[in-house]
């Protein structure tokens, strides 16, 4: 069965810090997808970014930065010079392929970030 | 271009009681899935509906159950409530069920069992 850690339940940093948080995810599978999702206090999921097990290759976009380490199974989302609009629930998901068709999300716990003023 | 909708967005219902939520998907998009996220965790697999069939389902007992109409809404309907089944109910839709499609979330339903 996979399985999706996110260690970090709280973090609360001052706006402009960086922050990075933790992903560690299992699978029996050799092809899989991760992501990350946002969740504010509205309750919708936004999705942020998807990365294949293939591509290792880091990304940035704006102030958003993903580590994918596949020897450790560590797929780390970082933002850089935070502000009060990133407070939101991060969640990270490992696709799971269900049989010859359908595919479903496995979520970690989340991780509460709050940036204070 | 709409994003996911749901409705209702509260809904209170009492122990025993069935109840129907509704899910419209994004624009373009012709695969449903449903998840429950209780307070405080990640969401949870339901069900993906895809082709107006249930393709997979998660650990969830037969109370729970859905459908798919031609043009891709989708319904999920709880029978026999329990306190337990109090929750945010999320509806994603994706182009097509593949692994490597992200999936769009609904702002969901909040549902309380008094």
């Known amino acids: 069965a996979q399985k999706v850690t996110q260690a970090q339940t709280e973090i609360s940093v001052v706006e402009k810090e960086d922050v990075t948080l933790d992903c560690v995810y299992e699978t029996r599978d050799t092809t899989y997808y991760l992501f990350w999702y946002k969740q504010p206090p509205s309750g919708e999921l936004v999705f942020l970014i998807r990365r294949n097990s293939f591509d290792e290759q880091n990304e940035i976009s704006g102030r958003y930065s993903w580590n994918f380490q596949k020897s450790t199974s560590s797929f780390n989302f970082t933002i850089t010079a935070s502000q009060v609009v990133d407070s939101a629930v991060y969640f990270c998901a490992l696709s799971e392929p269900l049989g010859t068709s359908g595919s479903r999300l496995t979520f970690g716990e989340g991780t509460q970030l709050t940036v204070n003023p | 271009d709409a994003g996911v909708t749901q409705s209702p967005t509260h809904l209170i219902k009492t122990r025993g009681q069935q109840v129907t939520l509704r899910c419209s998907p994004k624009s373009g998009h012709d695969t449903v899935s449903w998840y429950q996220q209780a307070l405080g965790q990640g969401p949870q697999f339901i069900f993906q509906?895809?082709?107006?069939?249930?393709?997979q389902r998660g650990n969830f007992p037969d109370r729970f159950s859905g459908h798919q109409f031609p043009n891709y809404s989708s319904e999920l309907n709880v029978n026999a409530l329990l306190l337990g089944d109090s929750a945010l109910y999320l509806c994603a839709s994706s182009l097509g069920s593949l692994t490597n499609q992200p999936q769009h979330f609904g702002d969901g339903t909040r549902l309380s069992i008094l």
């Open positions: 509906y895809y082709e107006e069939e249930e393709r």
